[in-house]
């Protein structure tokens, strides 16, 4: 579904612009390069459970204009995973590895669906709100669901991450920046949020694809 609102018109998840929140302190002092790190939470999980030790409490994102990779590893390092995102290819190299096996999925973008299939249909409105957030300041979305159970969710972002098109294969692909707040749904409920952002250059060999890893067609 597509709305439109005065000239801004969004494909995907519908998009409701309720006020345009620019200031010039948006549009300077823009980085295309560097790492966020995220600390990691599951508020689905007992803390004092037998999962609580095994679960991963921190992401990295590494990025630079076009490109994007996440890793996290969860039990002591038993269990590494890593999302290879290459946004002007529309494509992402997904690695696994779980003691001495490692694997590789090579996706296009017809085969995103599969990463975001437990999601359901939503309109994201864009408001005016801003909040700064690891230092770099951000404007306020909510995610709407149709689904009665679901409920809504916050999300901030910020433009003065200059990836291009950096949610092009996630539910919030519509969200016009970088999302340093993040709530994700996989196995359980995941909350993302960025506690730093450090700018400078990246070793282009990061977002190689790594050849000790064994290709297979998917890994979900």
Request: glycine share 6%.
């Amino acid at each position: 579904m597509i709305i439109k609102y005065g000239p801004l018109v969004f494909g995907g998840a519908a998009v409701v612009m309720l006020a345009n929140g620019c200031s010039s302190g948006f549009m300077h002092q823009k980085i295309s390069a560097g790492v966020i790190e995220y600390a990691l939470s599951f508020p689905d999980q007992d803390p004092n459970g037998l999962m609580a030790g095994m679960l991963p409490e921190k992401t990295t994102l590494t990025f630079n204009a076009n490109q994007q990779l996440a890793e996290l590893s969860a039990g002591m390092g038993v269990f590494r995973t890593s999302m290879m995102v290459n946004n002007e290819q529309r494509r992402m190299d997904y690695h696994l590895s779980v003691l001495s096996k490692k694997l590789v999925s090579n996706l296009q973008e017809k085969d995103m669906a599969m990463f975001n299939k437990e999601e359901k249909a939503m309109v994201l409105l864009l408001t005016d709100e801003t909040d700064t957030i690891a230092g770099y300041p951000c404007k306020k979305a909510i995610a709407i669901y149709d689904a009665v159970d679901q409920p809504e969710i916050e999300l901030w972002y910020t433009d003065r991450i200059e990836v291009k098109d950096p949610n092009w294969f996630g539910p919030y692909k519509d969200i016009p920046g970088v999302l340093l707040p993040l709530q994700h749904c996989a196995i359980w409920r995941m909350h993302l949020d960025a506690t730093s952002i450090t700018p400078g250059e990246v070793d282009p060999s990061r977002f190689v694809v790594k050849r000790d890893h064994e290709a297979v067609p998917r890994l979900c």
